[in-house]
DNA sequence: ATCACAAAGTGTATTTTTTACACTTATTAT
DNA sequence: ATAATAAGTGTAAAAAATACACTTTGTGAT
């Protein structure tokens, strides 16, 4: 069945992937997105979603093509994490992969299965099935990779819908830096930044004082980069 | 004269290579570590030094072999810093890179040019040539990376010999963070951090009065980082 | 309508960290 | 002996981080 194989090269190469890291709260704590892999090597196994990379993309492209393809999400914040090279890494050949990470407002998005992939679901960071290849190792470089970014650069918004509370945000912080954080003090600092525009709407429907909304003010961001200000929390 | 292609794949593949991004302090000022192209494409064009990927080398032992190969230089600080696969960087067919920068001791090394380089030389980061490839975007990553990172990260020793005076170190921070510092702050803080270790032994036959050496305690450094301790400069 | 409940929202005093700043000391060359 | 040069050192003021508790507001139950 299978053709002759059709690509040439003088030297061997490598096979290039991507895989991706994808980030999501819910309220409460951190979560991760898995896909469970039809094919072998690791078949029925919980995987990140990959792929190989095409002649006509970058890598950048390829890992937004593969999110959206084995999960459905497009149009998140996706960043470069770590080229992954150990001779082992997979069974089959030699693959090299870049991994990248991503972050998702995960109530937008309605899970979708794609190719080579059984299902997509959303698992407790606290509480990971063993994975293939090493992507455990990946996991685990974009976690610190993200407690890092997140206390100066302001990305705890793109795990939040487009309006969000203040006491929403802190939530996203905590379950990110892994400890309680002073409401006082958090409104405080994370207000002096800014990039937090407050809206003319309030929480609806709640037994309780409503919040009130905000939202992220990516033009106030960008003035403030393009200076080199940094910000801590 | 070449010989027929031999490796083929079901698929075609990109080419993988590693650039490194080396640099060196020279008292004053931060210097970069170019060579000289021997070959098309950019054949006599100042390059960062690299080279293609070994089927039986991970990225990272590429850069170190490319560093030795290309330049003599060898055992030293080497972190990967981003990977490049923009389509058309390479002008011959798609090359992805996965870059490396290094921090040396420029005085350790006798340069000596390597397998298709013809010379090796230090150019001033403020004053660098055109480079060929994407080369100058790779610089220009390292540069924002090696700022970010000596600020919250002892490796400003990296680019000292093993003894070294607190104004020698001193003088990499101005130089990285183009900035002046305040000697009694940075004095205070640099030795808050308890890696800093004070060596029976100062400067000889100066003109002034001798400076005291000191090493990077790394046994001192090692527990910091486990226990997830950070500083700041 | 009143009350109980729950989380939103808010200010200040204390501690810690950062910053600004100038003179004395040690060594060599003249 | 003296001049020249960079090393080395402490303190006060300002800014930032931290610790901490009560009032407000909206809903649901009675």
Redesign the pocket.
């Known amino acids: 069945m299978k053709e002759k194989k059709r690509y040439s090269y003088e030297h061997p190469r490598p096979s290039l992937a991507t895989d991706c890291v994808i980030f999501g709260f819910d309220g409460g704590t951190l979560k991760l997105l898995l896909t469970e892999r039809e094919k072998e090597p690791f078949k029925n196994k919980w995987a990140l979603p990959g792929g190989f990379v095409q002649m006509d993309e970058t890598t950048e492209a390829c890992a937004e093509r593969i999110l959206k393809e084995k999960t459905g999400i497009k149009n998140v914040f996706v960043e470069q994490l770590f080229t992954f090279s150990d001779i082992d890494r997979d069974p089959r050949e030699r693959v090299i992969s870049v991994s990248y990470f991503a972050l998702v407002n995960k109530h937008q998005f309605e899970l979708s299965a794609g190719r080579d992939t059984l299902k997509a679901e959303w698992f407790e960071i606290a509480d990971l099935p063993k994975l293939a290849f090493d992507h455990s190792k990946m996991v685990k470089t974009a976690i610190e990779r993200l407690k890092g970014k997140v206390s100066y650069q302001p990305i705890g918004f793109e795990l939040l819908a487009e309006k969000f509370?203040?006491?929403?945000l802190q939530g996203v912080y905590e379950a990110i830096l892994e400890k309680q954080i002073?409401?006082?003090?958090f409104?405080?600092?994370i207000l002096s930044i800014g990039v937090l525009r407050a809206l003319d709407e309030?929480?609806?429907?709640?037994?309780?004082?409503?919040?009130?909304y905000f939202s992220f003010d990516k033009k106030a961001y960008k003035e403030l980069t393009q200076k080199g200000i940094y910000f801590?929390i």
Chains 1, 2 share one sequence.
């Open positions: 509370t203040l006491t929403q002073d409401k006082r003090n409104r405080k600092k309030k929480e609806k429907n709640v037994a309780r004082k409503a919040a009130q801590e």
